[in-house]
């Protein structure tokens, strides 16, 4: 097993030890897993809480600070957080505002959030959520019931902490995260399988020469397995997919993202051929985020999501941000 790490057993918390330590901003607490905006919490304003299973880096906690969340949970590879996780993430943050829950659909995390969600409010705190659901692959898989969370969990995360950096109520921010997952349309490939810390193999099985169209975060099935394709028919076929689901009449946010093991080089060559599919389809780009940010551990592939912004959307989008893994204006 060739991975950078000591033992399988700790390789959160050393993460979160090095976390800790490149960015002493925020505050770590690597025994209860909790990442929290080092300012929190900011008197007036609704706190976003998020998490997930690790292996996605940087997703989520490196999309904690000021314009994105005021904490992240993180659970073990590829494992949802628990309950007590999310609620002390949630004590650590509310200013009195509200805190909103910002939940990918796997059956783990809404599970474990609903229950958070219920154990917070006992303790006083006012909580909202919303159900991240952007993936056109497949309707259920191993993990969800319904469309599963991946891409459009960046975009929901930095243009609802924009708006509650405004100081906009807790339904507002609420409402505003909504509009952006049921803007949001993804897709994702994989030319090669992931190996877990534990399992220390890959976890599935991807013949050489073959790639899987329609990979979920966790390396669950896609649409279709097909000999390996060229970096333009990939993208032919993962914005297709998009647009048979979505009919944009605003301008679109684009995410071209890498899973983990894809290089820019290949990743900008791969936004090339997606520009190219949407100025053919007819479909005005905004803005385009191009790199690694909802990945899936060593994974080769990537993923496209689309997110049809207004001027408001779009600026929030465009407001400051801080944080680890993504930031500009500041």
Wanted: with cysteine; charged share 20%.
């Amino acid at each position: 097993m060739r991975m950078l790490i000591n033992v399988p057993e700790t390789v959160v918390a050393d993460a979160l030890r090095g976390l800790a330590a490149a960015h002493p901003e925020l505050t770590v607490d690597v025994e209860n897993r909790v990442i929290v905006r080092g300012d929190a919490p900011v008197a007036g304003k609704v706190a976003l809480v998020s998490g997930g299973g690790s292996g996605h880096e940087p997703l989520h906690g490196g999309f904690v600070g000021p314009g994105m969340l005021s904490a992240a949970c993180p659970g073990e590879v590829f494992t949802s957080p628990v309950p007590d996780q999310m609620v002390r993430a949630a004590a650590a943050v509310d200013s009195g505002a509200g805190v909103l829950f910002i939940v990918k659909n796997y059956t783990g995390d809404v599970l474990n959030f609903d229950m958070a969600a219920e154990l917070a409010e006992d303790e006083g705190i006012q909580v909202a959520k919303v159900l991240v659901d952007d993936d056109v692959a497949v309707t259920d898989s191993l993990y969800t019931a319904g469309r599963r969370g991946t891409g459009a969990t960046l975009f929901v995360e930095k243009i609802a902490g924009a708006a509650a950096d405004e100081a906009m109520p807790l339904e507002r921010v609420q409402s505003i995260a909504r509009q952006v997952n049921e803007n949001s349309r993804s897709f994702g490939v994989a030319l090669s399988a992931c190996t877990t810390p534990a399992k220390g193999s890959p976890t599935f099985d991807l013949p050489s020469g073959e790639l899987e169209l329609g990979i979920g975060i966790h390396g669950e099935p896609g649409r279709e397995r097909r000999p390996m394709m060229t970096s333009g028919e990939i993208a032919d076929f993962a914005v297709n997919a998009i647009l048979e689901d979505m009919v944009p009449r605003n301008p679109v946010l684009v995410l071209v993202n890498g899973m983990g093991a894809t290089p820019l080089l290949e990743l900008y060559g791969f936004n090339a051929e997606v520009q190219r599919m949407l100025t053919a389809r007819g479909v005005a780009v905004a803005r385009t985020l191009v790199g690694n940010y909802v990945t899936s551990l060593d994974m080769a592939g990537a993923s496209v999501t689309l997110c049809q912004v207004d001027e408001e959307l779009l600026r929030l989008w465009d407001a400051p941000v801080k944080t680890a893994g993504l930031r500009w204006g500041m």
